[in-house]
């Protein structure tokens, strides 16, 4: 299958999900009230655009495209728009001219891309809260600053953050605070390599969407992205490392730490692995275009490296293995991507853990080994550092 109708059946994937009711709505429901357009974002670069319309409920679209102007429509059906909502957005990136939006008719949003150049489109529907994405993609990809040719760039993103603490351990140790000092070490171990460089998605403690994680990582053209969280478990005893990658699964306890992870029910990611299982296809496209063969080398690399590291200066540490589970952070990334569940801040030995320096400084190096062994023994990133 060419690029193409590969794009072509990943769109039609997404809007399939949309048709199918993802969000496993009864027509009365739908019916019953009217949903809310409540804003438009978006983040743009030479070579990739992505815009996030937020909803006040789960909703249903359609989308075409047209010429004489070319254009984009998404129809997001029985919803209206909040008054004060931005209705116009001019973007002129080379790839959108402008983003617009307007009541179609009593019971319809339209929201409009006006095209200036794109090689191709995917939209998909994430949850809580409600908000359908759009992926835009250039016809030519960004150019690096002359200055930074050589580099191998590396975005690391420390789950959670500001309102949202992530899982907080039995001691009160927060997710969110542990994660951003590991990125923080793992930054300044990585740019100790002139080959290296680094970009954090947040550098403080802020909050910052999932779509807009993955977004700065595609904005930046990195080479690799790795997403860093602490694992969290109603069994107190649960304890170990683990590192995944996005793909689909049966495996109850992985959707259990998406759906934690995602900010959704575990009965919310049963439900959209039931709709995503009859997708055969559909989901071996998808997952070419999302890099799943680099991910795996990747994410093997990274686990290796964090279980015999850490096994060295401390005890019964416990190999989870390299596991996949649909992860929102992880949509849409053009590069290899992988999320890593450091330790159990649910439990008491792996929090205390988590609690010392020491400990999240040998994360830190370990993670770093695990991305150098992979940059070094891949030969597409090594000619992008001039190796």
């Keep these: 299958m060419n690029p193409k109708s590969v794009n072509k ?25 009217k949903i809310e357009v409540k804003g438009i974002r978006y ?3 030479p070579d990739y655009t992505r815009v996030v319309v937020d909803l006040s409920g789960p909703f249903e679209f359609s989308t075409n495209r047209i010429s004489n102007p070319d254009r984009i429509y998404f129809d997001l059906k029985n919803t209206t728009i909040a008054k004060e909502v931005r209705k116009g957005f001019p973007v002129g990136d080379g790839i959108l001219r402008e983003i617009r939006a307007g009541q179609f008719n009593s019971d319809t949003v339209r929201v409009v891309l006006d095209l200036e150049k794109i090689a191709d489109f995917n939209a998909f529907i994430l ?68 080959l290296n460089e680094v970009f954090l998605t947040r550098e403080t403690d802020i909050f910052i969407s999932l779509e807009e994680r993955t977004a700065i990582a595609n904005n930046k053209n990195a080479d690799l992205f790795v997403s860093i969280h602490a694992n969290a478990s109603p069994r107190r005893e649960a304890k170990g490392i683990e590192t995944y990658l996005l793909n689909w699964t049966n495996d109850e306890e992985a959707m259990r730490v998406a759906a934690r992870e995602n900010a959704i029910s575990l009965k919310r990611m049963r439900e959209i692995h039931r709709q995503m299982d009859i997708l055969e296809t559909i989901k071996s496209d998808l997952l070419r275009q999302n890099k799943r063969d680099e991910s795996i080398k990747l994410a093997h690399y990274i686990q290796k490296s964090m279980v015999s590291t850490l096994n060295n200066g401390y005890e019964d540490i416990v190999d989870r293995g390299v596991k996949q589970a649909l992860f929102f952070v992880l949509f849409g990334a053009r590069m290899p991507s992988i999320l890593v569940e450091v330790s159990f801040i649910s439990n008491p030995e792996e ?33 992008v550092a001039g190796l």
């Design 43 to 45: 983040w743009s670069s």
């Design 127 to 194: 949850d809580n809260p409600v908000r359908l994405v759009i992926d835009v993609y250039g016809t030519k990809k960004m150019n690096r600053p002359e200055a930074t040719i050589i580099k191998r760039r590396i975005v690391i993103d420390p789950g959670h953050g500001g309102h949202d603490p992530g899982a907080i351990g039995p001691g009160g140790l927060y997710e969110k605070d542990i994660v951003l000092d590991i990125a923080l070490k793992l930054k300044e171990i990585l740019l100790a390599d002139p």
């Design 9 to 33: 059946v990943i769109l039609k994937y997404f809007v399939t999900l949309s048709l199918f009711s993802l969000f496993f709505l009864s027509a009365s429901s739908i019916a019953s009230e």
């Design 351 to 383: 929090e205390g853990l988590l609690s010392k320096e020491s400990y999240r400084i040998q994360i830190a190096k370990a993670i770093a080994m695990g991305l150098n062994t992979y940059m070094n023994s891949t030969p597409t990133i090594q000619k």
